[in-house]
């Protein structure tokens, strides 16, 4: 059910929301569809391993992307990890801080050192400018992330790659749909990855692809994800289990028919947000480029606490007390997790730029779950709450 709320009208008591609202609830397709599907697996007894709905979603994917290779996996975290392994990543590869843990775990997990660069406060993406600074005789790559969906300076990123002879892939855990150059991203870098979790944009219930050129590369992959066999009996690798399964397969091929109605939502009510937070003293959304395409799945505040009036976590305190769950996304950056934090107790001195996004940023709740009005009722919420008339 939609969540309800009661007082919406700008001269009654402020609007609160009977049940939570959050950010991240899932796009689902045609039901009727899926369940079909899911009846045709059921028959074939064909469950995963490479099934006949993990085939075709790849295929598809390799159409809807232009990009050679598509390899379907269980979920971004494992794909990054197989990707880095694949490519011979070791040592220390140069990431932003300001992601999601995972890109920064996928390394470290693998005994690869992320080295946090700091980000460029107007793109919310690594600076490129500082990377070649950090690069030393143990970097072996690089993993750019298309933080929100915004392409990262991919091709910045690709020369400084290529001069260094560093490899290069990219986390595009959000970013699928979206176009770099009037490219698809999934195309750049020796890889790409994509996130098709339940909270993405475009989802599989749990899920990930990674994107490549590079066939021999694909291969490995390939192998890497499932145990390293080749034919029944034969390992010719060393592989762990990646493999995405047919149900999940079977969500991914019915939300792709539904792809660019999720985008229109997206889009009606990013610029929903947009009209109603407009020329509120203090809070920004982030912009997207309109020549490019993009999945809108992203309502990103940047809130100046001077100009506001109130800092962003008070007014996410106070949203949350509404039942709006907005999210901190990516606070407080991955070198203040563990065991990053540990390994490098000053890294926050070095990384003035992550420090200051990661306090203003916020993310309001978007896609087919929410409804125009939750987001007027929102706008009105978040107005009150700066000038005042909600905080205690
Ligand atoms: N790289 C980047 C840049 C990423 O953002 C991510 C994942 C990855 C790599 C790794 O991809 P995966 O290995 O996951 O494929 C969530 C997701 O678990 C994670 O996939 C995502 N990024 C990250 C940004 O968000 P949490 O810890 O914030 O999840 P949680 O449980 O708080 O859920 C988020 C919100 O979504 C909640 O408010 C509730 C709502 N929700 C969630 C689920 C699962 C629903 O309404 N329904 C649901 O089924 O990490």
């Not at 003293?281 to 990103?300: F, K, L, T, W």
């Amino acid at each position: 059910p939609n969540a309800s709320f009661d007082n919406m009208t700008e001269s009654s008591a402020p609007p609160s929301f009977k049940e939570k609202l959050h950010v991240g609830r899932p796009n689902v397709g045609n039901r009727e569809a899926l369940l079909a599907r899911i009846n045709d697996m059921l028959d074939r007894r064909w469950l995963t391993n490479n099934g006949p709905f993990v085939q075709e979603l790849e295929q598809k994917m390799s159409e809807f992307l232009g990009v050679r290779n598509c390899i379907a996996m269980c979920n971004a975290t494992i794909a990054l990890e197989i990707t880095t392994r694949a490519l011979g990543m070791s040592g220390e590869v140069i990431v932003p801080p300001f992601t999601f843990v995972a890109t920064a775990h996928a390394l470290q997990w693998q005994e690869i050192t992320p080295v946090f660069c700091d980000i460029d406060p107007t793109t919310h993406h690594i600076d490129p400018k500082k990377i070649e600074s950090m690069i030393t005789p143990r970097t072996t790559g690089i993993v750019g992330v298309h933080l929100w969906g915004r392409p990262c300076a991919v091709n910045t990123l690709t020369e400084i790659a290529a001069k260094h002879k560093l490899k290069l892939i990219f986390d595009a855990a959000h970013a699928f749909g979206c176009s770099h150059g009037g490219r698809m991203i999934g195309g750049f870098g020796d890889a790409e990855v994509f996130s098709f979790h339940a909270t993405k944009f475009f989802n599989t219930f749990e899920g990930g692809l990674v994107a490549t050129d590079n066939d021999e590369l694909a291969q490995k992959i390939r192998l890497m994800k499932n145990f390293g066999f080749e034919g029944y009996d034969n390992v010719i690798y060393i592989g762990t289990n990646g493999k995405m399964t047919e149900i999940c397969a079977a969500m991914g091929l019915t939300n792709l028919e539904s792809l660019d109605e999720f985008i229109q939502t997206n889009h009606t009510n990013y610029y929903r947000y947009r009209q109603g937070l407009s020329g509120l003293p203090g809070v920004s959304v982030i912009e997207y480029n309109e020549a490019e395409r993009n999945n809108y799945q992203y309502v990103v505040l940047e809130i100046d606490e001077k100009m506001a009036g109130v800092s962003r976590d008070r007014l996410v305190e106070a949203l949350h007390a509404k039942n709006v769950i907005a999210r901190r996304y990516f606070y407080p950056g991955c070198h203040r997790m563990e065991p990053y934090r540990s390994y490098f107790p000053h890294s926050r001195l070095l990384l003035p730029k992550t420090e200051r996004l990661a306090r203003r940023v916020m993310l309001l709740p978007t896609g087919t779950a929410v409804e125009l009005e939750h987001i007027d009722a929102i706008c009105v919420l978040i107005k009150r709450i700066i000038n005042g008339s909600i905080l205690s």
